[in-house]
């Protein structure tokens, strides 16, 4: 059997195939429901441990693709942990009596919040009634007039005594707008009565002629007459002076005592009052809350401020639109739990800094800001505490603070509200700096493998905090197992979403979808929002033709719908190629050219795209030059690769010669970026037929990287690859001698589509596979590669030998052409030497 035959891949190995009759069921419609998934035992046994475990540090890192379920698992696994654990505290914020600008932070049990809010609501209104009717009573105002009427009596006293020491002293004291003042007074007589009192006096019947005494009057004596008194005289009353104004201030200071007095005692009244209004309903509110010691103090706080401020309550009373702030005297509800939901688990979208640590909200007022403890308000990790918290890892690092703010929670246990303005602003703003909360919380996040080998590479405290990884795998295998258990899955989605029940021949060709989506065999594509994808539009093209069950040609219009709507960019390759456009050429044979097979992504598409490769070779010491890297169009890779190559033709030629070559290899009609080196063992049957002069085979098309030894290794896209090249040869007639040439270690990676497999089947497409370069190049040119004779050399009929005979005619054909360049040399050296003498002598002679 020659080689090409003894290469070519049977049917059975292009795809694997799932028999339908044996899942054991003609329909989903029977089977049970699957609500695990399925495929991840790593991750699953890693979030489970984490879960439970209930210390610091233990947070989960869970790793994995989009779309594999990484976070709707997660996020159900949370919740069913959750269920049988206990509802954490409420958390409340109040007004702080004592530092009004740090609101204090009050635990209740779970479900306690709302009721303390419901009640101190309550009671609020049941303290203005209470305290209205209290003020108004007629006792109050007896009793304090009563010590205002006492007051007024001791005031009394105290002037009488204070003018009764003054008139001793011959003083009298008057009262000004600046004060008292100390006057002093003179007494003097009055003149008798004049004759005309005498007459009145004997009309009444007394004796006129009888002598009247005269009277001691006394006045204030006047500046000037102070002044006409002697030095010691103005001495003495001013000494008499100031004793008065002495004794007027210490009667002023007792005034004042007893005014004092007078207002601690109608103060001590009103607190009663206030007691004994509102002392019921406190209590009431004590004895409800009386194993919270936090709570206690701060009502007995709460209870001082309304004596304090009773005013405003007995304002309000009478006057509907009093303006009052009550506000301090509510509680704001800033984390409410159901008692009996067990822990919070939170899921968090958008964790910008404020929405995971919380903030304090402000209120414009005429141009103020205006904010108290009331518009405190949680954060997701407030929310979350005492449970579980997921976040998404991309929209954490993108969030300005988050990441940091995150990790110092995670570290300290507690979390202080505090306002980015603080950290970032230049000029500190006073605000309010509510008490911090212990904070107990797991969290859960949801990364890419990048991601997370970026923060351990950068950030030292990552796995410090988040100890556990839960490593989503890609693909699972594909075996009766999970074949049934994938089946299973489809029958949720029937339950759940799709409620048309599929066929076992749609089933299995879902299973080989699966299989296609990770190009292997063996495995199946864990993936499931791209399972999930094509069930629906399976079900959508069922529907529409009025099916009662998805069938297999309903699966297959789904899947290949699904690429139509995205394959525009290869629709525009292959009609660039139908036109001639781009140059492929599917028969007949070439030296120096050979077809090679690329992958171009779309990232929603990915498609196989034949290229032509040629290659130039010629004398020289260059050695192997590839136009695309000389002008930087190839990645590393690609160089990696082609450099290989000059360590194969070393190897193979130059163990008895050195090697003189030139060679210029070239992608043709490629304007874009290459990388990677699959084309590496294509580039180099390319460059040995240039060599030999063995024409390539333009009808197979190559892929497979080449190591030093020669030997083909794997490649990706091998699926894809195949397609494209198929594609293109359908477009110009399949002939039965076409086909592809893939590395031996690829067969366990075909899923062909099913236009490949019948050509395949109808003998019309072939597909090769080889393990070293002397396979492929023999299945190429048809002649043989050629091994190795006992003197190294090889037989001169094979491609190795013409090879190495068309390397040895060139090192001759060099050292015959040096050693002529080097006779010429000397000859025209000694010429020239001549010449010098000539032109040395005639100088000398000069």
Known sequence: MSIIESKKLPIEKLRRKTDAGSLGFETTEGLTCLKQLIGQTRAVGAISFALEVDRKGYNIFVVGNPGSGRTTYTLEAMKERARDMASPDDWVYVYNFDEPGEPLAINLSAGSGKILASTMTDLLEDLKINLGKAFDNSEYEDNKATLVKDFQEKVGELMDSLRAYAAEQNFSIKRTPQGFVNLPLLKEEKPAADSGDAEACSEGGEDATEPKEPKLVTREMQPDEFEKLSEDEQNAIQKKSEDIAQKTLETLRTMREREKELKEKIKELEAQICRNATQPTLSELKEKFSDNEKLIAWIDKLAEDIVENFGMFVAATRDDNAEADFSRFTVNVFVS????????????????????????????????????????????????????????????????????????????????????????????????????????????????????????????????????????????????????????????????????????????EVIECASRLVDEQDRMSTQFNKIAELLTEATVWARMDKAELVGFKHVIKAFNEKNDRSNLVEERYRRAFETGVIRIDTEGTAVGQINGLTVISMVDHTFGHPVRISANVYMGREGVVNIEREVKMTGPIHNKGLLTLSSYLGRMYAQDMPISISASIAFEQTYGGIEGDSASSTELYCLLSALSGAPLRQDIAVTGSVDQFGGVQPIGGVNEKIEGFFSYCKVKGLTGTQGVMIPQQNVKHLMLHYDVLDAVRDGLFNVWTVSTIDEGIEILTGVPAGSPLPDGSYPADSVHGRTKACLRSWLDRSAKLRRELSGKTNENGGDEGEEDDEQSDGDEEN
């Open 337 to 508: 739990n159901d008692p009996d939901a067990g822990a919070p688990v939170i899921r968090e979208t958008n964790p910008t800094y404020y929405n995971l640590m919380g903030k304090v909200e402000y209120e414009s007022r005429q141009g103020y800001l205006y904010t108290d403890f009331r518009r405190i308000k949680a954060g997701a990790l407030h929310k979350a505490n005492g449970g579980y918290l997921l976040l998404e890892a991309e929209n954490v690092l993108r969030q300005f603070m988050s990441w940091d703010a995150l990790k110092r929670v995670l570290t300290s246990g507690e979390l202080a509200i505090e306002n980015l303005g603080e950290h970032l602003g230049y000029i500190p703003v006073a605000s309010l700096r509510p008490e911090a909360i212990p904070i107990k919380v797991k969290v859960v996040i949801v990364g890419t493998y990048y991601l997370h080998h970026l923060l351990n590479l950068y950030d030292p405290e990552f796995q410090k905090i988040f100890k556990v990884k839960a490593d989503f795998e890609s693909d699972m295998p594909r075996n009766r197992e999970m074949e049934y258990k994938l089946a299973c899955v489809i029958a949720q989605f029937v339950a759940n979403d799709g409620k048309i029940p599929f066929t076992a021949a749609a089933v299995a």
